[in-house]
């Protein structure tokens, strides 16, 4: 059962093999047994999933049933959950419970969606390992020594594990892109907008868009179709037409133009990772698309830009956690300055901190200019590079990382080091532009990942480009080894 993916435990449920109760019961059986050794979980909501599935089954029994009713998933924990613990993997947050449902969690309950719980994560969505949760590090199930990737790496550690078949996570700088990657999953990145972020707990407000995350692009499309669409109480949500994301998965790619980034080539791509790359490329190639070498001279640029923007926009967002309305307070603060600085000096963990310093700084009279005006001037010029070279190709490929899953603890003293593994994801945050990580290989018995990028709204084409090539290839049905199913 455990091998399934979300369409094929679809098919089941249609069929009558099992009951949405009987598919809970297992998920649940198998979170409690074995999430010790991944720590992907930070609450299992196991009296609300059984209560979900009962009224997915009566829906069904009554012909009310539609795609995704019935099956179960988990959310990353920086979605707001009516009556369940939110979060964002922070001391801060540890005792809030919230009032209300993000919109795509309503959404997906409206669906039939049975919550299993809500995922591990980067403190705040501050990460690229997992390892600033205040709940301790998801580990890899590829090798529970090494990291899953952050921030959403309680989400992929999940799926990889086969603990959920399905789950959400948010992407602000590539957050769902490089945990897929990293185990061996499939994630999408939606274009900025097509997803309203309403009820998520927000990092950087212009960067963060949630998406799927699941074992293929057919599952992740099958989700977008519940998750997507105009949200009135999302300022920045796009109206666009409602679209069936899965509708084009079978289209042929004869054809299709590919750009390769010469820049996604250097030397400081591992060269395991650039081996796989290029063998999926080639596959590709056998399936119809022709492939040129293209430029996005900008490239080196989006590491620094981002992390001005990124953390401004934190320092901006995260001041309204000061231990008065809601979250973490401290103990007998002598006045209100001491409760201010105490509550959030205790709340906030390391990660946290330097970047609510870094961008307080970018945005203080005298700097603003020099660091924010000057990376939103850089931003602009990264997009183009996108709109330039996507005026002549239909999708761009490359790797999702520069390298494999690295060690627990390796880049935890070198801040710049773990930013850097970022370096292929961040630009398109800055461009808003959608990404598709896809498992195209392994290197040293990990998974590597092709990212695959494309034009404004065309996941329904980046959905297509995935699943052709999954149809071709198995790395997206490789399990890690010791994980029993």
Same mark, same amino acid.
């Given at each position: 059962?455990?091998?399934? /993916?979300?369409?094929?435990? !679809? ?22 047994? +074995? ?18 599935? $009962? ?35 922070? @001391?801060?947050?540890? &005792? ?6 993000? /919109?795509?969690? %309503?959404?997906? $309950? ?8 809500? +995922? ?18 998801? *580990?890899?199930?590829? &090798? ?21 078949? !399905? #789950? ?20 999408? @990145? ?19 868009? #949630? ?45 299709? =133009? ?20 290029? &063998? ?34 934190? %320092? ?22 001491? +409760?201010? @600085? ?10 946290? $901190? *330097? ?6 700084? #970018? ?43 690295? =060690? ?52 329904? @084409? ?24």
């Amino acid at each position: 059962m455990f091998d399934k /993916t979300l369409a094929e435990l !679809a098919q089941g449920l249609e069929r009558g093999d099992y009951s949405s109760t009987e598919l809970t019961q297992a998920y649940l059986q198998r979170i409690n047994a +074995l999430d010790s050794q991944y720590n992907s979980f930070i609450t299992v909501t196991e009296e609300q999933a059984l209560a979900q599935a $009962k009224a997915a089954d009566e829906a069904r029994a009554a012909g009310n049933g539609g795609a995704l009713c019935g099956l179960p998933i988990a959310h990353k924990d920086l979605f707001c959950t009516q009556g369940v613990r939110t979060s964002s993997a922070s @001391k801060m947050l540890d &005792n809030f419970v919230s009032p209300y449902d993000a /919109t795509i969690v %309503s959404r997906l $309950k409206n669906a039939g969606t049975v919550t299993l719980g809500k +995922l591990n994560m980067d403190e705040f969505a501050m990460g690229s390992s997992n390892e600033s949760s205040f709940y301790g590090p998801a *580990r890899n199930p590829w &090798n529970t020594d090494c990291v899953p990737g952050g921030s959403s790496g309680g989400s992929a550690a999940a799926v990889a594990a086969r603990l959920t078949p !399905a #789950a959400t996570g948010s992407d602000t700088g590539g957050s769902i892109r490089q945990p897929a990657a990293l185990c061996g999953i499939t994630g999408l @990145k939606p274009t900025y907008g097509r997803v309203s972020r309403y009820g998520m707990i927000a990092f950087a407000s212009s960067l963060d868009q #949630a998406g799927p995350m699941a074992q293929t692009a057919e599952d992740c499309g099958m989700i977008l179709n519940a998750m997507a669409g105009f949200d009135p109480m999302d300022s920045t949500s796009a109206e666009r037409d409602m679209e069936d994301y899965t509708a084009e998965l079978n289209q042929p790619l004869a054809g299709l =133009k590919v750009g390769l980034p010469k820049e996604y080539f250097s030397d400081a791509l591992d060269a395991g990772v650039a081996e796989q790359v290029r &063998n999926a490329v080639a596959e590709f190639e056998k399936l119809g698309a022709t492939v040129k070498e293209v430029s996005l001279p900008n490239t080196e640029l989006c590491i620094p830009a981002y992390y001005i923007l990124a953390p401004a926009e934190a %320092s901006s967002n995260l001041s309204r956690f000061d231990g008065v309305r809601y979250g973490y307070r401290c103990e007998d603060p002598a006045d209100l300055e001491d +409760l201010y @600085k105490r509550s959030r000096g205790e709340g906030f963990g390391a990660e946290v $901190k *330097r970047r609510i310093m870094v961008g307080t700084y #970018a945005l203080s009279a005298g700097y603003y200019d020099a660091y924010y005006n000057k990376a939103q001037q850089i931003r602009r010029m990264i997009q183009q590079d996108f709109v330039n070279v996507l005026n002549d190709v239909d999708v761009i490929m490359g790797p999702t990382t520069p390298q494999t899953a690295f =060690k627990l603890g390796e880049k935890s003293s070198d801040p710049v080091s773990m930013y850097m593994e970022d370096i292929f994801t961040l630009s398109l945050n800055l461009a808003g532009l959608p990404g598709i990580s896809v498992p195209c290989g392994q290197s040293n018995g990990l998974p590597v990942g092709l990212q695959i990028i494309g034009n404004y709204f065309a996941e329904s @084409k980046l959905l297509n480009v995935a699943h052709q090539f999954q149809q071709a290839t198995d790395w997206h049905k490789q399990i890690p080894a010791g994980v029993e199913v």
